[in-house]
């Protein structure tokens, strides 16, 4: 009676072991496969939410069945700065947002003035191996988050309902009251251009426009003003003074944790879109502009020259209010870049 039992248990572990042999890869594979879950601020259609998209089917084909993507756009898995804590701690795996910097000031570096002046500059100085997303990867692994890359919005400006003063001369007061964002580095480098500045929400600009409580408002991309304020502004001027960016991040330990060649996939995709963005982000403000000036209102653009004359003042009268924020070693790094 043993021997038949331990021939028939012996039999039996030889058969599971055959099965086991035999499952297909798929099978395989869909055992390892890690469902990876990542987070957008914009609607579905939004080109930015696009590129998530065109992500997941990179990361579910190009893996080998080791990880499947699965996008949550229009802050399905809440606003940007509950989901940077998420992928801080893990619950979210990756995300592509506007980075909080309630974690750690310095990661406003992105909106210092004048990092970039033209949209060819921009693709350099936010390149994968340039000055800004190396310190910026930094800051963000003493998190425990990793940066992939940028994705870029487009170029600031300033809107007003009057025109101003000498607008390519940084030295000379522009002649009116200009509502800001409340970030140090815009707010300083609005004022060393030539304008004075005011504090108020974002919603109460166009009434306060309208009513004359600020004459202007600086804004990020051009699209902004023909979305928003294109009936109560009569100028736009297109200063690139700073860079509105999301930026695409992963938990550190996750993707530290996967395959070199899954790295170097996402690393790769991540980079063609980044430049994809930049390139879209040059041709909307070309076409937002001629729909304001077809709307009636005066779009004043610079040439490189005097963008390069604004944005070296700038830098010169800003950037070492910023040493203190920053830190030695970024002013130090900042200084050395754009020497």
């Known amino acids: ?173 522009k002649g009116f009251l200009l509502r800001c964002a409340p970030i140090d580095a815009i707010k300083d480098g609005v004022m060393a251009m030539g304008f004075q500045t005011m504090s108020l929400p974002y919603a109460e600009v166009y009434t306060a426009l309208q009513t004359g409580i600020v004459d202007a408002y600086e804004v990020g991309p051009i699209a902004l003003t023909y979305l928003t304020f294109r009936d109560v502004a009569k100028y736009y001027y297109q200063y690139n003074n700073y860079v509105e960016c999301n930026q695409w991040v992963v938990n550190k330990k996750l993707f530290d944790g996967m395959p070199p060649e899954d790295q170097k996939l996402i690393l790769e995709s991540i980079a063609k879109f980044q430049q994809q963005s930049i390139d879209e982000a040059e041709q909307s403000e070309k076409d937002y502009a001629q729909k304001l000036k077809d709307g009636g209102l005066t779009v004043v653009s610079f040439t490189d020259e005097e963008l390069a004359k604004i944005g070296a003042h700038v830098r010169a009268t800003v950037w070492p209010k910023m040493k203190a924020q920053f830190g030695d070693e970024i002013y130090g790094g900042l200084m050395a870049e754009y020497k």
């Open 1 to 173: 009676m043993r021997t038949c039992q331990f021939f028939f248990l012996t039999t039996l572990a030889l058969a599971l072991t055959l099965a086991l042999s035999l499952a297909s890869p798929i099978d395989v594979m869909a055992q390892k496969k890690k469902v990876l879950r990542i987070a957008g601020m914009n609607p579905p259609d939004y080109p930015a939410t696009k590129q998530m998209y065109d992500l997941k089917k990179i990361i579910d084909e190009g893996t080998g069945g080791r990880y499947e993507l699965k996008v949550f756009p229009a802050n399905q898995l809440g606003d940007y700065t509950q989901v940077y804590e998420e992928i801080m701690r893990g619950s979210i795996d990756m995300a592509q947002i506007t980075i909080p910097s309630q974690f750690d000031k310095r990661l406003e570096l992105t909106f210092m003035p004048y990092l970039a002046e033209t949209f060819a500059d921009l693709g350099k100085r936010f390149s994968q191996d340039g000055f800004i997303y190396r310190t910026m990867d930094q800051l963000h692994a003493k998190l425990g988050v990793k940066l992939l890359g940028f994705s870029v919005e487009g170029m600031a400006g300033v809107g007003s309902t009057k025109e101003a003063k000498s607008p390519a001369d940084p030295t000379v007061p």
